[in-house]
């Protein structure tokens, strides 16, 4: 019912998302490219439950790799397009268009396809999900008490997108910068924060639903400690080398020089909010395994409150840059409404000693680490500035020369071990990590 209605009433939606675009021909195109779209909200919403069912039984491969089919199959598309292969559904450039018109056909392809994974992978795992007619039963009532704060939390989120969208829309290009910079920042954010939060629930539901306290705190603290080792230096090497990540990624084509050096700086922006997004999938799990979804909501209003204050406030002084500003200063509300409101749950919402001892350890390596980037720029710059695919090449060779400085820095101030890499590489060989 909500992707008919949507379809239907598209053009009103592309207004609160893209009001910028009145007038010229990219309304009408986000029009018809939307109304294909949106198909793949009915897949997605079936695959993310399926998704779910797995994941609580404590099986995350199948949910994990589904998101790979979207790539693989936009690509392909893509690359059939660029041959002048597919359809034509909007006006306008030639093979704009048609690249354009494949991406919508792949999304909706890939959203079968995603289904179609883990919907098998739940019937071998003896889930047989057949459709049958609901019946409303006290545990169905249970569960939409608690999944409807859940569900509008996550609307807030979207909410968020769509100030960032709408303060973007009015200044040209500024749409595009913040999208290649919110890749670059989501990479980190989808494959550590949000992987980690998904296998963080189900373990700390079941610790404390049998009063297991210290595991509690335990499976939250390495989560943490695990999140930030990753998250931080990545973080880092956002704000560090952002011109270069964005030169070699994007610059090519109608993807120019304004556009890298405005693309980097919103590079940076979110990378100031990193952390903060990455700690927001490890801390709402405390809330979410004590079935407690009310308060994430309310916290998520007062944040998207915040988001439109700076965004739309600055817009006027600033630009464009102030939508990204009003994201990273809305995710450090949001993770300081999360920790504050987590200190009456007790000792299984805070980080033990060696976790705290650590935190800061994994900050000093990774400064380290940037001021090695920010020395590996110079070092590395006659391919980084080459012409030809030697970019890439020096790119890949700034960002190991980056991993060996942060290894050697984590090392020596004890930010992690070397029989702590060697055991977790041991549980994952043996099959106990999936």
């Known amino acids: ?60 491969k199948a949910a ?38 494949m991406m919508a056909i792949g999304v909706v392809l890939a959203g079968i396809a995603q289904l179609a994974l883990v919907w098998v992978a739940a019937k071998r795992a003896g889930f047989n999900l057949t459709p049958a007619r609901p019946k409303w039963t006290p545990e169905l009532r249970k569960l939409a008490i608690i999944a409807a704060p859940a569900a509008l939390a996550g609307g807030v989120v979207q909410i968020n997108l769509l100030i960032g969208r709408q303060v973007a829309s009015f200044y040209d290009g500024a749409i595009a910068w913040l999208s290649y910079a919110a890749r670059l920042y989501q990479l980190p954010l989808g494959v550590v924060g949000i992987a980690i939060g998904i296998v963080l629930l189900p373990d700390l539901s079941r610790r404390l639903q049998a009063g297991d306290t210290t595991g509690g705190q335990h499976a939250l603290s390495r989560a943490a400690e695990l999140s930030l080792a990753l998250a931080i230096p990545a973080s880092v090497a956002l704000l560090v080398i952002p ?24 590079c940076a922006v979110y990378g100031l909010g990193l952390p903060a997004f990455v700690l927001q999938k490890v801390v709402q799990p405390l809330y979410f395994a004590r079935e407690d979804t009310k308060r994430p909501f309310y916290y998520a209003v007062a944040a998207m409150v915040v988001n439109a204050g700076v965004a739309i406030g600055l817009s006027p002084f600033i630009g464009f840059i102030a939508a990204a500003i009003g994201a990273t200063i809305a995710g450090w509300a949001m993770l300081a409404l999360l920790w504050f409101g987590a200190r009456g749950m007790g000792d299984a919402a805070r980080f033990d000693p060696s976790a705290r001892s650590r935190i800061w350890r994994i900050c000093v390596a990774s400064a380290l680490m940037g001021g090695a980037l920010w020395l590996g720029q110079f070092l590395f710059s006659p391919f980084i500035e080459a012409d030809n695919a030697f970019k890439f090449l020096g790119l890949a060779l700034l960002i190991l020369f980056g991993i060996l400085a942060y290894t050697i820095a984590g090392f020596a101030t004890k930010a992690f071990t070397k029989a702590e890499i060697a055991s977790a590489l041991r549980r994952k060989s043996n099959g106990v990590s999936d």
């Open 1 to 60: 019912v909500f992707a008919i209605l949507a379809t239907i009433f598209m053009p009103w939606l592309v207004l609160v998302m893209d009001s910028g675009y009145v007038g010229d021909s990219r309304f009408d195109m986000a029009v018809t490219l939307g109304r294909i779209v949106f198909i793949y909200i009915i897949f997605i919403s079936l695959a993310a439950l399926v998704s779910g069912v797995l994941n609580a039984s404590g099986r995350f």
């Open 64 to 101: 994990a790799a589904a998101p790979i089919l979207l790539n693989i199959i936009l690509i392909t598309l893509l690359m059939l397009a660029n041959v002048g292969v597919g359809p034509v559904f909007v006006d306008g450039d030639a093979q704009g268009a048609r690249h354009g018109s």
């Open 243 to 266: 011109v270069t990540l964005v030169e070699v990624l994007f610059q090519r084509g109608a993807f120019d020089v304004d556009d890298t050096a405005a693309t980097a700086v919103a």
